[in-house]
């Protein structure tokens, strides 16, 4: 079946280019990853105590020992609708589990802008990479920066009310919610409650070869190709994608009917080839029982929502403030 053809402007097709190419480049066959290349492309911005439109940011320290830490993001009071609790979002970046980290520039831009329209406390994770560190590192990382929260809210401003938290993630990093927040059930907090749950075009898996796996392997900005990689160094060795951090509704599923698993909104993207694998994603969470909303873009590519010069970003965070929105008035 022939796929729609993405018009795009040259500025956003240059720099998937780029960024597709020297991800290409950096894998090797060996399943290393040579993170010179890709640090071409991967520049970092420093926190800033300034505001800037209606933002500042600082980096905390979870766990040294491991180089755990989050860049947490801070409306201006003066942009604030009042000095009055604002909600916590607790962020988990994309990147197949290898790419990027909490200060790569796309990342940062992108929770100055999460922080700004949702007038919200952003804390954005950097967890561990694959392939030099497998699961379940990276949801190790997700959950503990959660109990850190947890035992020491005070290292959020007194603005932040951690009864008000989401969780939130695009690609890998809404994979990562996902198990976090199984975790975080299983597990309870004292003073995070979690009361949301945002899932980016949630990058998931399994063995079966989908119909938009087939139909859209030529499309920005996954291939089958880069997926098969990536999974294989993030997965235990010996397993398959039918391993159940990857194919969550497969047949290792663990039963969450029974947990109090926050209401979740999914986007999808008609040019994503992972979309029917996040509808799947979709449809398990409500035969479990559980609150979920979709929202599907037809002429969504996989990572649109990073390039704010595109009238889908714009939209995608008006549908978000919705969401948020909805779920504290719920809480009353």
Not at 63 to 85: E, H, M, Y
Not at 96 to 114: E, V, Y
Request: glycine content about 6%.
């Amino acid at each position: 079946m022939a796929t729609t053809k993405l018009t795009l402007p040259w500025k956003v097709r240059l720099s998937i280019f780029v960024l597709s190419a020297l991800s290409d480049a950096s894998r090797r066959s060996n399943g290393t990853f040579n993170r010179r290349i890709f640090n071409l492309v991967d520049r970092k911005a420093p926190p800033n105590p300034n505001v800037v439109n209606g933002v500042y940011s600082s980096d905390v320290t979870v766990d040294p020992s491991r180089n755990l830490w989050f860049r947490l993001f801070i409306p201006s009071i003066s942009s604030a609708v009042s000095a009055a609790s604002l909600p916590v979002f607790v962020y988990f970046h994309g990147g197949a589990f290898t790419f990027f980290n909490a200060a790569s520039i796309p990342i940062d831009a992108f929770c100055r802008l999460f922080c700004r329209s949702l007038n919200a406390v952003v804390v954005s994770v950097d967890y561990r990479l694959t392939p030099e560190h497998r699961y379940p590192s990276q949801y190790d990382d997700g959950h503990d920066v959660l109990k850190f929260l947890d035992q020491n809210s005070t290292v959020l401003p007194s603005i932040a009310d951690v009864s008000k938290c989401f969780l939130a993630g695009d690609s890998a990093g809404a994979n990562l919610a996902h198990h976090v927040a199984v975790r975080v059930c299983e597990d309870k907090l004292r003073t995070v409650k979690i009361i949301g749950l945002v899932s980016v075009q949630p990058y998931f898996g399994g063995e079966e070869r989908t119909g938009s796996e087939l139909r859209l392997n030529r499309v920005p900005v996954l291939s089958l190709k880069m997926t098969d990689w990536h999974w294989k160094v993030f997965l235990p060795n010996g397993s398959d994608r039918d391993h159940g951090a990857a194919n969550v509704s497969g047949p290792n599923t663990v039963d969450i009917s029974g947990l109090d698993y926050p209401n979740t909104i999914v986007f999808l993207g008609g040019l994503d080839l992972l979309r029917d694998w996040q509808m799947k994603y979709y449809e398990w969470l409500r035969k479990s029982g559980k609150g979920a909303e979709l929202v599907d873009y037809p002429n969504a590519f996989h990572g649109f929502y990073l390039f704010p010069e595109l009238p889908l970003a714009r939209l995608f965070f008006s549908r978000l403030k919705e969401f948020v929105t909805k779920q504290i008035s719920n809480m009353n």
